[in-house]
């Protein structure tokens, strides 16, 4: 008998800012995540990122501080590191083999976004048979 789940999947994932206004837009303008809503008397945006909800807060006290790893799947990672590059970021690792199965390849990027954070890409790349 298996033990019934007491949790599901991630709901919310809180990302810390120094600038608020500075990093919506870029998860806005740079990622293209879709905001979803803002509350700016207390400094906080919420994104859609894929069904799992992201919370942007300006940090005010270490009492609530952030240092996220977050890995954004892309199909074509790519693509998607020369479509953040237009906008300026530079990429601390450029894309790169991390592991590979007889089936594919997992290709891993990283770079950090406006506020310091460091943010990963990662792409499964299918291996013809």
């Given at each position: 008998m298996t033990k019934?789940?007491?949790v599901g999947g991630i709901g919310q994932i809180h990302v810390g800012a120094q600038d608020i206004r500075r990093a919506v837009a870029f998860y806005r303008d740079v990622l293209g995540l879709p905001l979803l809503f803002?509350?700016?008397d207390q400094n906080m945006a919420f994104f859609d990122?894929?069904?799992?909800?992201l919370y942007?807060?300006?940090d005010a006290s270490e009492a609530f501080p952030s240092h996220p790893l977050i890995y954004y799947h892309t199909p074509d990672i790519n693509a998607?590191?020369?479509a953040i590059a237009a906008h300026g970021v530079s990429f601390e690792r450029e894309p790169h083999v991390?592991?590979?199965t007889?089936?594919?390849e997992l290709w891993m990027a990283g770079f950090r976004d406006s506020e310091g954070n460091f943010i990963h890409l990662m792409s499964e790349v299918a291996l013809s048979a």
């Open positions: 019934p789940t007491v803002e509350v700016p990122c894929g069904g799992v909800r942007l807060s300006e998607a590191c020369a991390v592991h590979r007889p089936e594919m």
